[in-house]
């Protein structure tokens, strides 16, 4: 979270604005909560540029339960294609299998998850009710850095993408895309709120058996209140997108990732004793796993960088090894700390 939002949130935290409330105890029917509502609708949709076309929605179950919730409102009950880059999208198939066909476009498997497969090798169904791929796979460090043009492949079904990861760390290209949907806690504020971005002709073919809170069309016919929407995210993330506008918006942030990345890649390249295992061409800007090539002085890592105040270093427990997770919030200079460390610690292995 960047620190001037965490304290304005704390500023707030009895009396939001005046109101004599803090924005928990607001409800989330009165005119003050809308307000907030309504001003991160259009600050978000300003952001990202995102067309009158597609509908906005603030929800609630986190990225995994959109793993159920866009077969059950996308699929049919038919078939769907599944890209398969990492540990996310593998997930996302396997959930979905239960609500139609989950079939395997393309897979990386073969490589450990290190490349992605090129969009003209993926064999999609001409029956296929949407396409799904995870745009930054968080686990193994794999990023789109163009999302696939379906069109262009023959394919006219609409694409699905789990963007939870980056979210708001570069542009999008929605000419490209049906339905992008993410956690907010990596880039947009705490957990709670999930973000999901539909193209309007998309909502209101949900299977009968899909809950109603689920129901994409009737969550925006709602303004995604239908049920109680997770208000104090919203609010939070509110305020981080006040201040992404405040920093030059999304373009700036993704110079200034493009640098953290950079900076961290080149070190890693150029060391004899960590690797990053990604093919250059599609290394994620916000996780990226490294190891240490005698993995018997990780436990040394990682203690000497919390010293350091370097902490959540550790990799996923599926993968090993270390993963710095630089998101949007996390400053130039804490990539440059990280580097400064690792760069003292090599030296002391030597
Ligand atoms: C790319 C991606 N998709 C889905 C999820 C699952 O999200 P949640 O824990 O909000 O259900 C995560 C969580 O880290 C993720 O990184």
Same mark, same amino acid.
């Given at each position: 979270m960047p620190?001037?939002?965490? $304290? $304005?949130? @704390?500023?707030?935290?009895l009396d939001w604005n005046g109101s004599g409330m803090s924005v928990m105890e607001m409800s989330h029917r009165g005119?003050?909560?809308?307000g907030i509502c309504e001003q991160a609708e259009t600050d978000l949709r300003e952001l990202l540029a995102?067309? =009158?076309? #597609?509908? +906005?929605?603030?929800m609630q179950g986190g990225g995994l339960a959109e793993n159920a919730i866009v077969p059950l409102n996308l699929s049919g009950g038919g078939a769907m294609d599944f890209v398969l880059t990492g540990s996310w999208s593998q997930k996302s198939q396997k959930e979905a299998a239960k609500f139609g066909t989950a079939r395997v476009a393309a897979t990386a498997q073969a490589d450990g998850f290190t490349t992605l497969p090129a969009p003209a090798t993926w064999h999609m169904g001409a029956d296929s009710r949407y396409v799904h791929i995870c745009s930054n796979e968080t686990i193994h460090g794999v990023e789109f850095h163009e999302l696939p043009d379906?069109?262009?492949?023959?394919?006219?079904?609409?694409?699905?993408? =789990? #963007?939870?990861?980056?979210v708001a760390s570069r542009s999008v290209d929605w000419s490209r895309v049906?339905?992008?949907?993410?956690?907010?806690q990596k *880039?947009?504020?705490?957990a709670g709120l999930t973000l999901v971005i539909v193209r309007e002709d998309l909502m209101g073919h949900a299977l009968s058996h899909c809950p109603s809170a689920f129901d994409y069309q009737l969550v925006a016919d709602n303004q995604s209140m239908y049920n109680?929407? /997770?208000?104090?995210?919203?609010?939070?993330?509110?305020?981080? #997108? $006040?201040?992404?506008?405040?920093?030059?918006?999304?373009?700036?942030?993704?110079?200034? *990732?493009?640098?953290? @990345? $950079?900076?961290?890649?080149?070190?890693?390249?150029?060391?004899?004793?960590? +690797?990053?295992? +990604? !093919?250059?061409?599609c290394r994620s800007?916000? *996780?990226? /796993?490294?190891?240490?090539? =005698?993995?018997?002085?990780? =436990? @040394?890592?990682? !203690?000497g960088a919390k010293a350091a105040n370097l902490l959540q270093l550790k990799g996923h427990k599926s993968v090993g090894g270390m993963r710095a997770s630089i998101y949007n919030a996390m400053p130039l200079e804490g990539v440059q700390a990280l580097v400064a460390y690792m760069r003292e610690f090599e030296k002391t292995q030597a």
């Amino acid at each position: 979270m960047p620190e001037p939002v965490l $304290q $304005q949130a @704390a500023a707030d935290m009895l009396d939001w604005n005046g109101s004599g409330m803090s924005v928990m105890e607001m409800s989330h029917r009165g005119k003050e909560f809308i307000g907030i509502c309504e001003q991160a609708e259009t600050d978000l949709r300003e952001l990202l540029a995102i067309p =009158d076309h #597609f509908k +906005v929605l603030f929800m609630q179950g986190g990225g995994l339960a959109e793993n159920a919730i866009v077969p059950l409102n996308l699929s049919g009950g038919g078939a769907m294609d599944f890209v398969l880059t990492g540990s996310w999208s593998q997930k996302s198939q396997k959930e979905a299998a239960k609500f139609g066909t989950a079939r395997v476009a393309a897979t990386a498997q073969a490589d450990g998850f290190t490349t992605l497969p090129a969009p003209a090798t993926w064999h999609m169904g001409a029956d296929s009710r949407y396409v799904h791929i995870c745009s930054n796979e968080t686990i193994h460090g794999v990023e789109f850095h163009e999302l696939p043009d379906l069109k262009a492949l023959g394919c006219d079904a609409p694409l699905v993408v =789990d #963007f939870s990861s980056h979210v708001a760390s570069r542009s999008v290209d929605w000419s490209r895309v049906g339905l992008a949907f993410g956690g907010a806690q990596k *880039n947009l504020g705490p957990a709670g709120l999930t973000l999901v971005i539909v193209r309007e002709d998309l909502m209101g073919h949900a299977l009968s058996h899909c809950p109603s809170a689920f129901d994409y069309q009737l969550v925006a016919d709602n303004q995604s209140m239908y049920n109680t929407p /997770p208000t104090y995210s919203i609010y939070v993330a509110g305020l981080v #997108f $006040q201040w992404l506008k405040k920093h030059g918006g999304i373009a700036a942030m993704e110079q200034r *990732n493009i640098a953290k @990345a $950079q900076l961290l890649y080149d070190f890693l390249d150029n060391s004899s004793l960590y +690797v990053n295992k +990604v !093919a250059k061409d599609c290394r994620s800007r916000m *996780n990226v /796993p490294f190891f240490l090539r =005698d993995e018997s002085r990780n =436990d @040394a890592f990682l !203690a000497g960088a919390k010293a350091a105040n370097l902490l959540q270093l550790k990799g996923h427990k599926s993968v090993g090894g270390m993963r710095a997770s630089i998101y949007n919030a996390m400053p130039l200079e804490g990539v440059q700390a990280l580097v400064a460390y690792m760069r003292e610690f090599e030296k002391t292995q030597a």
